[in-house]
């Protein structure tokens, strides 16, 4: 019997279900490791998920999506949820995935608060947020309703287990129109001032949607676990202690995602469907077809498959312990590769829910072949925020493939996380020292004249900068070619340089050094015949200020 048919089953045996489901539970340590014991059942089961049904009529009369999301989610999910985040959605498609889920679960789902028939309302403001309830697992407190940012209407409404003890839960589905760093904090403000926890009653707040941005400041596909993080993501994260459940569970949080499941509490568990970008080779046909209304006929791999172009995720989570710990990712892959060696990362957080600073100490160890960094670093954390330290993974490119312990240690409690060595690694064709965004070292080597990488303006970041092609394997080149510029502004435009080789991406030689002319006119360096798979051209001064750009680079 599927795990979320009927709830008349031991609870046991669904929560054993999600352990075994759910690829977010922490890993088997191996034997010897220390690591952190399993956490405690229980909670509340949130779900969010944008469903993309609120702007197209036929789109939102079109319920097919709707359906195969839920089938997936039951599919999923270790026990009824209770409770549904959904944006772009409206009245209609609420009450359906919620009739929906009920016939598959046996439970009584209600629609809390959710739009009318379209998302546009008479002053010009938009609604396409809803929230669905378990009726048999929690009961609404007061009267859920909108709270206005941005323009755009942002749903809410407050749940209480029926379960004892009570768990109180305020939760807000959102979508954001604008900027998400002033919506984030709007959001995190609203929750905090119109429903502060209650004494003697465990609380925790949730906010869940589509914040349109990456956590990470640069919009790249592969996120690192320790990038600068968005501003939106650092003000919920590290300045409120709210915690990103995919992130902190999700099978894989260097994918980039644009929709978010916060909790200010403990996150138990968790769930993306990660597998369900994998699974459409063309996500934008499935889109197309949906969005006409014609699900029918779309194509054949998204029928019974599509249902958004964002995954959901779910979590259990409960309210915030004093203080709360975790590594990400809890099981890490190294199969990307920098200037020749092997690289990955981890984070230790903690998050202080108490009215005192803490200070927790970090201590991480691997053994050889892999190496991490630093070896040990002190977290100093205000009352009522997070903060975190990043671990640098590196190993040699030939690693032999595999599974490595890294062993992780904050404060009292011990993590130990698997890295898998992939048999392949995959490298960037180019480095830079820096880059400004849209201006991306990449736009150097796409043979595109029209696009260029620039160093970093915003703040300037001093010269020299460079450039560093990966050509693939060790080859014999004596030349480098420079295009600069060529939309009309010489700003960047490379005067003096140096030229750098390395068969190995570790140590480089200087092979060349000169002068180039102000003007847009293609530029070469020559230098004697050198063997090597990197070729480093590093500015030295430029036209118009301290940094540099290019608009295609070659070596040969």
Not at 364 to 381: F, N
Request: aromatic residues 8%; negative net charge; proline residues 8%.
């Amino acid at each position: 019997m599927h795990p979320i048919r009927r709830r008349a089953g031991a609870a046991v045996a669904a929560l054993a279900a999600f352990a075994a489901l759910s690829p977010l539970t922490a890993p088997a340590a191996p034997a010897g490791a220390a690591a952190r014991e399993p956490a405690e059942a229980g909670g509340l089961l949130v779900v969010q998920a944008n469903l993309q049904e609120a702007v197209r009529p036929a789109d939102a009369a079109e319920t097919a999506d709707l359906d195969t999301f839920v089938d997936r989610l039951t599919a999923a999910a270790p026990a009824p949820p209770d409770a549904l985040l959904l944006t772009e959605v409206l009245g209609p498609g609420a009450r359906h995935v919620a009739a929906r889920l009920g016939d598959a679960t046996g439970e009584r789902y209600q629609v809390a608060v959710a739009p009318g028939d379209s998302p546009y309302l008479p002053d010009g403001a938009v609604r396409e947020s809803a929230i669905v309830v378990n009726a048999d697992t929690v009961r609404t407190v007061g009267t859920p309703g909108f709270h206005r940012v941005q323009s755009e209407d942002q749903a809410y409404a407050v749940v209480e287990t029926r379960a004892r003890p009570v768990l109180r839960a305020p939760l807000v589905s959102a979508h954001v129109a604008g900027s998400p760093a002033p919506a984030a904090e709007a959001l995190a403000g609203f929750l905090a001032e119109r429903h502060p926890a209650r004494a003697g009653t465990p609380q925790v707040d949730v906010l869940g949607g589509d914040f349109r941005a990456g956590r990470c400041a640069e919009p790249v596909a592969y996120l690192a676990i320790g990038c600068a993080p968005a501003l939106f993501w650092d003000a919920l994260t590290a300045q409120r202690a709210y915690r990103d459940t995919a992130y902190e569970r999700g099978a894989e949080p260097w994918s980039a995602y644009r929709t978010y499941l916060f909790a200010r509490g403990d996150v138990r568990d968790g769930y993306v469907d990660a597998a369900y970008r994998r699974e459409l080779p063309d996500a934008r046909a499935c889109k197309e077809a949906f969005d006409r209304g014609e699900g029918a006929s779309a194509p054949p791999e998204c029928r019974g498959t599509y249902y958004a172009d964002q995954p959901f995720s779910f979590a259990r989570l409960a309210a915030p312990p004093p203080t709360a710990t975790a590594v990400v990712p809890g099981r890490a892959e190294m199969s990307r590769c920098e200037l020749g060696e092997r690289v990955g990362d981890a984070v230790a957080l903690v998050a202080n829910y108490t009215a005192e600073p803490v200070t927790r100490e970090v201590t991480a160890a691997a053994d050889a072949p892999l190496a991490v960094s630093p070896a040990a670093a002190t977290l100093q954390v205000p009352a009522g925020q997070a903060r975190a330290a990043r671990l640098s993974l590196t190993a040699a490119a030939d690693t032999p493939p595999g599974e490595y312990p890294v062993r992780v240690r904050v404060g009292d409690e011990a993590f130990t996380v698997p890295v898998t060595v992939t048999p392949e690694c995959t490298e960037p064709r180019v480095y830079a020292t820096s880059w400004h965004s849209g201006s991306e070292p990449e736009r150097a080597v796409d043979g595109d004249p029209n696009t260029f990488w620039h160093s970093e303006y915003v703040p300037v970041t001093p010269l020299p900068q460079s450039l560093t092609l990966n050509l693939g394997a060790v080859r014999q080149v004596d030349r480098v070619t420079y295009q600069p510029r060529v939309d009309g502004n010489l700003n960047g435009t490379i005067l003096q340089y140096k030229v750098y080789v390395s068969a190995d991406g570790r140590e480089f030689t200087e092979v060349a050094a000169g002068t180039w002319d102000r003007d847009a006119r293609l530029k070469t360096a020559t230098f004697a015949a050198a063997g090597a798979r990197y070729v480093r051209l590093e500015a030295h001064t430029a036209s118009g200020g301290s940094y540099a750009s290019a608009a295609e680079v070659t070596a040969g």
